[in-house]
């Protein structure tokens, strides 16, 4: 057991934030582009977390006398109150390709609890993380926001493969044919028809008793599949910016970001990209160009400019809670910005030794990338650019330990989910390079997973497995679909892949049994939660996710999405009639 005083509070506080920065690699969001180079950052923030790790351990060793490993600093972190628990799982429920089995874990909140007929189970999707990352969706999020309303219990239940949720000995092609959305959702089925709770009498196993099915994103979109898939176990589903479209190449996620974000810096962002990519044509120009952002050593164009879009993955990491969201996109623009008052200025050209001329917006972004990503991610004097930034190596993908949990990810998007970045279609200003097409987004399905003896990675994602389910117009009595507010195609650049698109879907009607929703533009400040320069116009990524224990303390809009959403849920709880029993 820890001890539980104040030595250890740096730690905690350190371990809890970090999973909200821009480099959650398990979250889409930081799998932006979806290529090698999301990997190359991946080794090279875990090797940096790791040190990091180590000297707090040295630090912790040195104040109270004994070393804390990872696992435990993790635990310590996580909210003491919810204790895992496991359920037993076959690897495989339909093809008798193994009799392997894993332990699924799940963490209950039990604390609004009142035992009676009807009191529901609102259970969250793990999707494509550790479980325990959403426990804090569990203490004061929307698990326990509608426990609360309802009286009901809520929990998070962990995906298959991610976490501790592990039942094979390593991530090869082979090992991971089971990691797919058909297996996944029949996890929670076998779960919600068979689960007990340590701590609680009463059979709350579906269909006997109301199961609300939640998630975000990816998870959203399987909290849908749920709803429509098992009717007779999932009584309601909430499905936040779900991305029931699969899709091959999703530029629009970039370009959602170019039309949304604050005008200067997307003008900015733009007229450096075109110069880019126009100084690039020119073979004397690309050396002086890599060398003044830090790359000089940097062989490939295409991962040259793959660099260069690091800041934009943490636009969806944006939150209405600071101690949640991240500002590493705000502050990137005002840097873009710099301190000059128009984009005339930021558009002056400036001649440098040598043959380079850029603009002063390309030196700021420079700047930017050499201060933030190169001194940050490849500062091991052992390692030259090539090492950390280059793609063109296979062996440096092919690790399959279970450490190499980049893996799980990468090998959906690889066989089901598509969602390649690439540069918008010619005509659309683009905010990544043009360089940046699908060969090279889709390389590392072939680099990491080489034919297995039993299973081979599709030679391009198969999204039409996903969009069978319901694609952009997935419905059903007791679903809600909630998204952010749109400005220009959206703020959340998942939304063109969600019910709630601009570029597919239909115009829906909110009723309350089938609510269509968005959280609107927020219109509230708080003084000193958010930096000068930052630009935040409408709710981005699954905004009504995450909660304050003082309600009050909330942003006008999500308090708003958080009482629509247990208006709703007590609704469809009147309808409920109980198990249907045989004379």
Known sequence: MLPRDGALLPLIVLAATSSSS????????????????????????RAASMARTSKQQQQYATQVGTGVSQIQLAAAAAVPEFHVETFTQPLDHFYNSTDATFPQRFWVNSRHYKPRPGAPVIVIDGGETNGEDRLPFLDTGIADILARATGGVGVVLEHRYYGESIGVQNFSTDALRWLNNEQALEDSANFMRNVKFQDIDEDLTAPNTPWIYYG????????????????????????????????????????????????????????????????????????????????GGLESDQDFVSVLTYPLASWQDRNWDPAVGSTTFDHFCATLNGHTPTLKDTARTVVLPGPLRANVALLNYAKWIRENVVNNFCQDPSLTLEDCFGTNDDVKYQATDLSQDWRLWVFQFC???GYLTTAPPHGTPAVISRLLDINYEHKICAQAFPPGEHYRVPSLPNVSAANALGDYHIAAD????????????????????????????????????????????????????????????????????????????ELKEIREIHEEMIEFVKVWLKDWEGPVTEA
Not at 232 to 242: K, N, P, R, T
Not at 284 to 293: D, M, Q, S
């Open 415 to 417: 066989t089901q989910w």
């Open 22 to 45: 821009a480099f959650d690699f398990h979250s889409p969001g930081f799998l932006h582009n979806r290529d090698a180079q999301a990997v190359n950052f991946w080794k090279l923030h």
């Open 478 to 553: 007791r679903l809600a679909f909630i998204d952010g507010e749109a400005r220009g195609p959206a703020v959340d650049p998942w939304r063109p892949y969600t019910p709630h698109s601009n570029y597919g879907a239909l115009e829906r009607d909110d009723t309350l049994l089938r609510p269509f929703k968005v959280i609107p533009g927020t219109s509230t400040r708080r003084k000193g939660w958010f930096p000068p320069e930052t630009f935040l116009s409408g709710g981005v990524h699954h905004w009504d996710e995450n909660g304050l224990r003082e309600g009050e303390r």
């Open 216 to 295: 975000d994103s990816y998870a959203g979109a399987r909290a849908a599949h749920m709803r429509v898939l098992y009717p007779d176990l999932v009584f309601g589903a909430i499905a936040l910016s779900a991305v029931t479209h699969a899709v091959l190449t999703n530029w629009e996620y970039m370009d959602v970001i170019r039309l949304a974000a604050d005008p200067k810096c997307s003008s900015n962002l733009v007229n450096s990209i075109t110069t880019i990519d126009r100084l690039l044509k020119f073979h004397h120009l690309r050396g002086p160009l890599k060398k003044l952002f830090g790359l």
